[in-house]
């Protein structure tokens, strides 16, 4: 019973362009919501989160969406770089993310296209 | 801010043999998680402390995992009598609040 989906396993998009990567989840005790960037033979490195009592957060380059009806998260790279070429992991956590802790996806591969 | 450290890198054993990996957590993080990952999957949760206490442990894979944090500061994972099932990606985090920083992981192969 996988909690939390991201059902593109790879994203190819053009150097310039906006990347959208998509996340899905079927647990409403979900309220925290992350996203993880991971390069090959490195852990997981934080990228940006958003809380479930909003429904946008931005920062610099990334944004994230949260629609709580749709149980649904979107993560938008505007403009894309190669450097954002990597492994995207979306998250979620319900409590505060401590004896739960965090329910990832299996992750999208985004690569950027020069 | 050192960052969360796991040695060792990489760990080949063979089925059956015990392994311990270690963590060390940035210093002033009470919360202290372990992952394990495996390919094309994302990281798996596994068990968390805080501080010294052991406040999740019922998602360790089996019997034959184990965790400690003695003193509240760096973790062990053992893994007993390993199986060629447990090669993956083993993962330590450690946070203040809701944000775990993740470790660059141990890789085991069992062979």
């Known amino acids: 019973d996988q909690q939390v989906k991201q059902n593109s396993p790879s994203l190819s998009v053009q150097e310039g362009r906006i990347s959208i990567l998509n996340c899905d989840y079927t647990?409403?005790?979900?309220?925290?919501f992350l996203w993880y960037k991971k390069y090959p033979a490195e852990g997981p490195t934080f990228l940006i989160s958003?809380?479930?009592?909003?429904d946008k957060n931005e920062d610099g380059r990334f944004t994230v969406f949260l629609n709580k009806s749709a149980k649904h998260l979107s993560l938008h790279i505007v403009p894309s770089q190669p450097g954002d070429s990597a492994v995207y992991f979306c998250?979620?956590?319900?409590?505060?993310?401590?004896?739960?802790?965090?329910?990832f996806g299996k992750g999208t591969h985004l690569i950027i296209q020069p | 801010d050192t960052g969360v450290s796991q040695d060792p890198r990489h760990k080949i054993t063979k089925r059956g043999q015990n392994v311990t990996f270690r963590c060390d957590p940035i210093?002033?993080?009470?919360?202290l998680y372990w992952y394990r990952q495996t390919l094309g999957q994302g990281p798996e949760f596994l068990t968390y402390?805080?501080?010294?206490?052991?406040?999740?442990k019922s998602r360790l894979l089996s019997d034959r995992f184990s965790a400690e944090r003695p003193k509240g500061s760096f973790s062990t994972l053992e893994i007993q009598r390993t199986e060629q099932g447990d090669s993956a990606m083993y993962l330590c985090?450690?946070?203040?609040?809701?944000?775990?920083?993740f470790g660059s992981g141990t890789r085991l192969t069992v062979v």
């Open positions: 985090a450690s946070s203040e609040s809701y944000r775990p920083t």
């Open positions: 958003i809380s479930s009592i909003k």
């Open positions: 210093s002033e993080h009470n919360r």
């Open positions: 998250a979620a956590s319900a409590s505060g993310g401590g004896a739960d802790g965090l329910t």
């Open positions: 647990n409403s005790m979900f309220d925290y």
């Open positions: 402390f805080q501080n010294e206490a052991q406040l999740e």
